[in-house]
């Protein structure tokens, strides 16, 4: 197959090589595709949508699955041999990209979706529902009466909320099942998180049930980016230590 020489040039000019049997019509695409982050449908012959995915640069991305060299697993090698046209749908921002490729997955449920499934999901933030609620990271959603905050497609973002979270407020990171009434009977004990000044013993009622879930409100403004609250709770500690050690 001859590729035109407009196209030909303009490839010459990236040095990019493509794999044998691509079509004129997918590299002219390819070439005129935006660099902005979207959602791509891969299609076959019949116009099926074979493989929905996402991308921070929509051109650089499908560009990769036809260049020479890059695909190394045999199951992305099969899809790409069955790949006749794309469509894209252009987004502002990949966490809008992330939402509307899970959507159309579950819309569409493409064969090579199911084929290449992997846990490369993203987390989200969990508040769990319990009397004396944990927050932590997860990649399960559950419809378990829980709160969750994402997804996060920055995990470097997401840990250092959790960080700051559990450094202000003292969320418990154990498993036991705290309710008043085991904690009355005295069924447990402080743990090192509390010696190493990580939490603050609910599970002994060292903090009360009312306090511990204040604290964990204050965490849930912070994870919906209302911050003036807790900025006015960590003054008001700061002016106590200062008045404790008599600054």
């Known amino acids: 197959m001859e590729i035109p020489n407009n196209i030909k040039q303009s490839l010459l000019e990236e040095k990019i090589e493509f794999i044998e049997g691509i079509s004129n019509q997918l590299l002219e695409k390819i070439k ?103 927050i932590f990271s997860t990649r399960r959603l559950v419809k378990d009466g829980a709160k969750y905050f994402g997804p996060y497609t920055d995990l470097r973002l997401m840990k250092n909320m959790l960080k700051i979270i559990r450094s202000l407020f003292y969320v418990r990171s154990c498993n036991l099942k705290l309710t008043k009434e085991s904690i009355q009977k005295g069924k447990f004990k402080v743990c090192l998180d509390y010696h190493i000044h990580k939490c603050q013993a609910p599970c002994v009622g060292y903090i009360s049930q009312e306090q511990y879930n204040e604290n964990i409100k204050k965490g849930i403004q912070i994870l919906l980016g209302k911050t003036k609250e807790v900025e006015k709770f960590i003054e008001g500690q700061m002016d106590k230590l200062a008045e404790e050690m008599k600054f």
Do not use: C, W
Request: charged share 30%.
């Open 32 to 134: 005129n595709l935006t660099t902005k982050p979207g959602v791509y449908l891969h299609k076959n012959k019949d116009n099926k949508i074979i493989y929905v995915g996402k991308a921070k640069n929509l051109r650089n991305r499908i560009k990769s699955y036809f260049q020479q060299g890059r695909l190394v697993d045999a199951k992305t090698k099969a899809m790409v041999s069955h790949i006749a046209d794309f469509d894209y749908i252009v987004v502002d921002t990949e966490n809008e990209a992330f939402i509307l490729e899970d959507n159309l997955i579950k819309k569409y449920k493409p064969k090579y979706n199911i084929l290449l499934k992997d846990d490369k999901t993203f987390p989200y933030i969990k508040v769990t529902n319990e009397e004396f609620p944990k």
